[in-house]
């Protein structure tokens, strides 16, 4: 399981770095996307998810018993959705903009923008 866990990250950080260096806004937005899935997924794996009782003391006792869920991974998971969200927003707010004033998805073309403005 760790092992297709491992193979699958690597799949999507491999596709989103090759989609974010294309030429065209959307595909740079849909690398953006996978990044944002390879670091949730890389957490879950390395914070070893397993089934069990929920993490928390029960009342008369000092410890939690084996097996219990670590809360650490499911709160980094729940902030990096919500920052991830955030700069997804963002890109297409800023990518939308572009494109109204370029006229063109592809980025090369931003390099011009300098010369309308003139």
Known sequence: MNLMMAVLVAVLYTGGIYMILRRSMVKVILGLIFLGHAANLLIFT????????????????????E?????LPQA?????????????????????????????????????????DR
């Open 46 to 65: 390395i914070g070893n998810l397993t089934k069990g009782k929920p993490a928390f003391v029960p009342e008369g006792m000092l410890s939690l018993d």
């Open 76 to 116: 980094l998971i729940l902030t990096a959705i919500v920052i991830g969200f955030g700069v997804q927003a963002f890109a297409i707010i800023l990518f939308k903009r572009a494109y109204k004033t370029v006229g063109s998805d592809d980025i090369d073309q931003l390099n011009h923008t300098d010369e309308l």
């Open 67 to 71: 097996p219990f869920a670590d809360p």
